[in-house]
């Protein structure tokens, strides 16, 4: 589920599964990630967070798991609905001279089957 | 609150024509963030500014120039427009720098 270019890499599910959307981040230095829920002719929303420290957090219907070891991060959702279609993507925040800088992956499209 | 809230949603433009994106939000959000999103692609930081002010270059800022005189407000503004600037435009803002972007709608920037 990482960005590869020119086209966003696209997941299909079956609705009532559960969906997994992957995002490798660049950054050791980052002490933040979030995943953000795009729908057509939206901007992104806020689904949910998790800090350095952690390795897993939990929302409703929404888990987030963190390897720092390979940054790597994971977004799952359980019992995918129709109302899931969208495009995921994971965010990294770290510190520079500026301040606060949160970067974007390149996103993740979900479709999800009646 | 009406939360980010950006204009024009959509906008055509002939090459070589300039224009200002308008941005504002009523949070008093210190943070304010101009990103441009491509077809099929993710999002890319043009400038951005913590407070009122102060602005700063993002990772594609070339063609583009932004003003922070209020908290309130983050206006875009392109000088000479290029077919490469064709292009979904989202502001975002952020209380303190990390932790939830609130975005706005967007704008639909075509350049002919």
């Known amino acids: 589920g990482e960005s590869v270019g020119l086209h966003l890499p696209t997941l299909s599910v079956q609705e009532g599964d559960n969906s997994i959307i992957n995002c490798a981040y660049s950054?050791?230095?980052?002490?933040?990630f979030i995943w953000y829920k795009q729908e057509s002719g939206k901007g992104p929303q806020f689904i949910i967070d998790?800090?350095?420290?952690?390795d897993k957090r939990q929302g409703q219907r929404v888990t987030v798991l963190l390897n720092k070891t390979v940054k790597h991060l994971s977004l799952q959702i359980a019992a995918t609905q129709p109302g899931d279609s969208a495009v995921y993507f994971c965010?990294?925040?770290?510190?520079?001279?500026?301040?606060?800088?949160?970067?974007f992956g390149g996103g993740t499209r979900l479709m999800v089957k009646p | 609150n009406a939360g980010v809230t950006q204009t024009p949603k959509f906008r055509i433009l002939k090459i070589g024509q300039s224009m200002t994106l308008q941005c504002t939000q009523d949070?008093?959000?210190?943070?304010m963030y101009w990103y441009r999103q491509d077809p099929g692609m993710g999002l890319k930081l043009i400038y951005y500014s913590v407070g009122a002010g102060i602005t700063d270059k993002g990772e594609v800022p070339n063609g583009y120039n932004v003003s922070r005189s209020t908290t309130e407000d983050f206006p875009l503004r392109l000088e000479l427009a290029a077919p490469s600037q064709t292009s979904v435009y989202f502001c975002?803002?952020?209380?303190?720098?990390?932790?939830?972007?609130?975005f706005g709608e967007g704008s639909r920037l075509t350049v002919l």
């Open positions: 998790i800090r350095s420290n952690m």
């Open positions: 950054n050791s230095a980052s002490d933040y």
């Open positions: 949070m008093n959000h210190n943070y």
């Open positions: 965010a990294e925040n770290y510190y520079n001279n500026a301040g606060n800088m949160l970067t």
């Open positions: 975002a803002s952020t209380r303190t720098g990390t932790g939830e972007l609130f």
